[in-house]
């Protein structure tokens, strides 16, 4: 499938459109698959030094989101109507997360994409995450 | 079933266990059900005045984890295992959030609880979730 | 909020629409909440005189889908686009399982809903699920 | 990871353990992904000539739990906890479904994996489904 925005105007948009997760959150690599980095700070951090939920969480979303744009535009204003989540291993301390984002479905109404979270270099996912997305109509 | 921990409990652990959440969410009440409150601000806002979905996760995590510990007490470590989160509607701006958590299983190893989370004062629900804890073996 | 079809009309079509679950699956009753039985017989069982996922799955699906017609009536052609279940306990041998179902949001072009599931009789739930359903544009 | 079992030995395991679906459902290959094909008839349809929601769950919950055994081997009673499944397509008629199953976590405690289903030779998903087993203490 043809792209409709590539790795830097990716990371422009989040700048422009996610600017609390700028800086934390940026795209990596894009083909069939997107890669998101999340830059872990003290802020991601819980007792115990794993990772919130929240950060993973957050960091599922805008990278299925992302990997959504990159395929209909920038022009869509897409919201998340559904997330799965299975957190599986404690992350990895000192190190960042990468999501491993893939788009399963590109309807008019649904897109639906999944991803796996790993600690940066280690083989085994630390969550797994599957997202809905509802595309508003007249796009494009 | 009875209670180990009250109100003020478990907003005293909110801010020893949960400092970056302290001050953001706070027990409401407690019976067969807890409520509790996202003071929302800012830094929960995503452009459109509605409040990001990591925030309305990070609610629903901590709520339904308080009902459990409200159950078993503060000794334990519960670890989210799973989450499913269903977002229904925009919330109102200007308004705090309150989740609604009802325990449906507490067992050795697993514990599942559920939330309705609304804008406060709005009948209808923004945001519906279930989630699953492990539960370490030894509590007790 | 009004109904479009009530306990009889929706039991009649079950028989017309899903005619290999009638005769398993009816609908009780009726009001804010829709109650559904499973009659269960040895087409549900498994080793260890279990009830199988499936079968809970039907009946949570059916009931759920029943709900949302109850209020938009028969002519919507609703499909399942997503669901989440915990299964939290072993259902109780040789009793029938009840589907407590609420449709949480019915919009122009999703319904939620979910339910909880129960061994007749018995208070605690052997299950949780919530589902979504897509509503076919240009009903009513 | 080492395998337990093998294709034979696990279609075998099928007619014993699950002789509801002894012949609907059996493994075709086995290595680091496994494949299991439902063999659809008439008794998996739904008008329209779709196939149901609960067949596929029913493969899919047989599928990841069959590449479970594969890795711990026959004398683990695994119970599912937690599915999660998004029915992304309308699946094609007259085609057998195919579905391609990872294990992504295999702890003491709880095993997690995914799969993907297709109609076959059809390169679009028509589902995808993510199952939490809690396995039972004492194995192996």
Known sequence: MGLAMDVAGLNGFIERAFPQVAGQIRVESLDEVLVARLVVDDS?????????????????????????LARIGEV?????????????????AGRDLLAECRILKLG?????????????????????????????????
Chains 1, 2, 3, 4 share one sequence.
């Open 108 to 140: 008019r109404q649904l897109a639906v994409g999944d991803c796996l979270i790993r600690s940066e270099g280690q083989p085994e996912p630390v969550a797994r995450c599957s997202m809905t997305y509802a595309i508003p109509p007249g796009r494009g």
């Open 44 to 68: 991601h951090l819980r007792p115990g030094d794993t990772i919130s939920g929240p950060a993973m969480f957050a960091l599922a979303d805008v990278a299925i989101y992302l990997a959504i």
């Open 76 to 92: 869509a204003l897409a919201v998340t109507t559904n997330a799965s989540i299975d957190f599986m291993r404690k992350p990895q």
